[in-house]
């Protein structure tokens, strides 16, 4: 298991019962120990100053092999052109009612007491990793401006604020380094990326909780975690997301971090590129000729392509953005018009929309493939008085029923085209959407993060569903020789 290791300027600034709270010299002098665990170590120190001790202190504990936070690179970052103060851009999503001016205010561990300046918070501290910030923000008019980053030590703070510091300290470390509450010595460490706010998460509470058992079975110390940073990914083996992912999100870069780390990834970056973007699905289902629906890509909603689309696929006709899912971003036109006013709606958001023939199926088949193996398969009927699944109306949305059944059970040639699809995206844990109409089957998509939810998915498997994936992990982990 991990051991933390907090380095301050003065020990008298900082007590935390369950960390090792050390000066730098004695940072320097009793480390690195013989047989010592994994160490993680919180550089509370001042940083500001090139080759000080603070900056010392980060640079030895990465030369032994110590996590720390913050990371030399990140201090050099801050650092830019000689200078201690880095500058940023605004969030797009950050909006101020207030008179303009300049605001300066901590941010602890990527938290700041101040809500108002929350999301101003995690983004510095997503972009500098470092404990202590001092950020000021710039406004002009219109909510243009910029705000600047700057690493301060915990020594630096008014005596007021070290108490929050070293609170917001404890939640950092309780949320992202806790220690192992079993009491058992696990071989490897896991983090769990889940969302509690997501509407419709890959898998419910109740499920994760039973990832967490398996992981235990398998070897695994697993963190649940809900948010994580590029320098936090570093203190695990292995990193499972359980979050609905997209490209342009944090769990795509929270997934190419990981990687670049080392760690076990499902699913890995390339697995998130391939199946958040139905464009390149059904370009590489033509080319591996795997059994989809007739398809086209479009850029343009012109008279012309809605005669040419409707004469070519039928009616009615589904539309897809590029990157949706749980029915998200997925439409059916019935007419012309309906197709012309879609397209057009949905081109202002996208350069390309997937135009694909209907094809109607009292259900859709869900094949969970795993490392190139089918371990699950679910029959999903449409929502009521619906022809999807799943059924949004505003926030809340409804779904039909299911049938879950060993795989053994599964016609031959939907596993055989469940394989196929799941090849053209990898090696990881996918959902393989297929519709079967007679003697035919279609590949609709492959999921990257596929629903695993207790009592659904595995109704049939039980808690061997999720043992499977865990020693999946481990096996790929002790190939690796870890």
Known sequence: MHKTLIIVDDINDVSVSEHTVLSFQAYLEDFPQKNEPKT??????????????????????????????????????????????????????????????????FVFFGKTPDPRFSLLASEAFSVFPCPILEVSVHIAADNIGFMTARAKGLADLPSALKPVCIEFLQQFTQLQWRNDRSGKKMRWDMAILVNPQEPTPPSDDKAIRKFVKAAEKAG???????????????????????????????????????????????????????????????????????PAPQ???????????????????????????PESSFSRGVYKAENFQALEEKLKDMLSQSALVLVQEYVFTEFDWRIGVLGGKPIYACQYYMARNHWQIYHHQGDRFSSGGFKTMPTFEV????????????????????????KQAGNKVYVIEVNDNPSIDDGVEDKYLGKGLYELIMQEFAERLERRGR
């Open 295 to 321: 398809s086209e890509m479009v850029s343009d909603s012109t008279a012309a392509t809605c005669e040419r689309l409707i004469n070519k696929l039928g009616l009615p006709l589904v539309l897809k953005l």
């Open 411 to 434: 016609p031959q040639t939907v596993l055989q085209a469940a394989i196929k699809a799941a090849k053209v995206v990898g090696d990881g844990l996918y959902g393989v959407d297929i």
């Open 40 to 105: 993680r170590v919180i550089n509370l120190c001042d940083t500001t100053r090139y080759l000080s001790q603070g900056y010392y202190c980060s640079l030895l504990a990465q030369a032994r092999k110590h996590r720390v936070l913050p990371s030399v690179k990140t201090i050099n970052d801050l650092r830019i052109a000689g200078e201690d103060v880095a500058r940023l851009p605004l969030p797009k999503k950050f909006t101020w009612s207030g008179a303009v001016n300049t605001t300066s205010f």
């Open 220 to 290: 695994f110390n697993a963190d649940v975690v809900t948010s994580l940073t590029s320098e936090a990914v570093g203190h695990y083996d292995a990193l499972f997301i359980r979050e609905t992912t997209a490209i342009d999100h944090h769990t795509y870069r929270i997934a190419r971090a990981a990687e670049r780390e080392g760690l076990i990834v499902i699913d890995d970056p390339q697995s998130i590129l391939r199946c958040c973007n139905k464009v390149f699905l059904q370009d590489a289902f033509t080319y591996q000729q795997v």
